[in-house]
């Protein structure tokens, strides 16, 4: 079996994971979050969202936040944006890349968005125009691509109706995701198998999430079928809010050990994102749930008890 030689990560931590979390960082704090995690080679993080300020309010701060982002040539800093507002909202602090968001099962979609997912698409259609226009990088996000936590199984066949139509109006990759973490390989080879007939690899990312333990496998399975970008949240930050006890996004910790060991290459530094997660932890006042990042925490207290004696 041939597997990729390199992969890229696409950090989803400072939005996915923190929109979730009860504790509200401050917005000094995320930017220090996410200094550390631009020194790790990450080449793109996903950093807020320009959603109503009340809807999300961990991440009512996305303006200021954007507008005093670090100055780095090699780190792509993203954000989601919902209609034509958060788009200039986005373009005025100084945003290159936006992501889009929709699902392929309805249900989910009007709860976590209060539209159909044609009405998303409508959005779309006027958004899209705009961003290309001022040369901005577009991704789109497809939720609930195995299965729904309101109707059950997700027909491929509607993953890839929705991936056709984010593709036709423009988009540059299409990020399908895992939204309660309940998918197997099985899934993942099925549905993305069958939209690789139709859609080349390198218009794919994966996001997935651990709640059943099945992210890695989930992992290995995509990477099979030419799979190589992969989101994932620093130290597994984040869960879904319809999806109660939901473990969060795989930790990137993870799957950075993971794709090592393979002899699959990153670029990204294993220490530097367990730093940046630790720096969170510590605000939240919690272990996080990558296995990597627990791993490490007790190496670095067995240290330190050990002193002194
Ligand atoms: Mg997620």
């Known amino acids: 079996m041939i597997l ?8 989803v931590g ?48 996305a303006a200021l936040l954007a507008n005093q982002l670090p100055s780095s040539h090699s780190v792509l800093y993203s954000a989601l944006v919902p209609n034509l507002k958060g788009l200039e909202r986005a373009r005025s602090s100084g945003i290159k890349k936006i992501a889009v968001f929709t699902a ?58 929705v991936a056709e139509k984010l593709l036709e109006m423009g988009i540059g990759q299409i990020s399908i995701g895992d939204t309660i973490g309940a998918a197997s ?29 099945t992210a890695l496998a989930n992992v290995y399975a995509a990477l099979q079928l030419g799979i190589t970008t992969f989101d994932s949240s620093a130290g597994g930050l984040g869960g879904c809010p319809f999806a109660p006890g939901a473990a969060g996004n795989i930790g990137t910790e993870d799957l950075i050990y993971f794709f090592h060991r ?17 720096f969170i932890s510590n605000l939240l006042k919690r272990p996080l749930s990558s296995r990597q990042w627990q791993r490490l925490r007790s ?8 002193n002194g004696k």
Request: with cysteine; net charge negative.
């Open 185 to 213: 390989p099985k899934d993942v080879e099925e549905t993305i198998g069958f939209l690789l007939a139709k859609i080349s690899a390198g218009k794919i990312a994966l996001h997935f999430h651990d709640t059943y333990g």
């Open 14 to 61: 400072p939005r996915d994971g923190l929109q979730n979390e009860p504790e509200t960082i401050s917005t000094t704090d995320k930017l220090k979050f996410i200094e550390i995690l631009s020194e790790s080679g990450l080449k793109e993080i996903e950093v807020t969202s320009f959603v109503r300020p009340d809807q999300i309010p961990q991440l009512s701060d």
């Open 104 to 161: 392929a099962s309805e249900t989910f979609n009007q709860k976590n968005i209060h539209a159909s997912i044609q009405e998303s698409l409508d959005r779309f259609k006027e958004l899209i125009p705009e961003a290309q226009k001022i040369g901005m990088e577009i991704r789109g996000y497809i939720s609930t691509g195995f299965v729904c936590p309101f109707e059950g199984d997700v027909p491929k066949e509607k993953v890839l109706e």
């Open 262 to 278: 393979m002899g699959i290459k990153t670029g990204v530094d294993l220490n530097k994102i367990f730093e940046a997660s630790s």
């Open 4 to 11: 990729p030689k390199f992969v890229t990560l696409v950090e």
């Open 299 to 306: 190496q670095q207290k067995g240290k330190n008890s050990g």
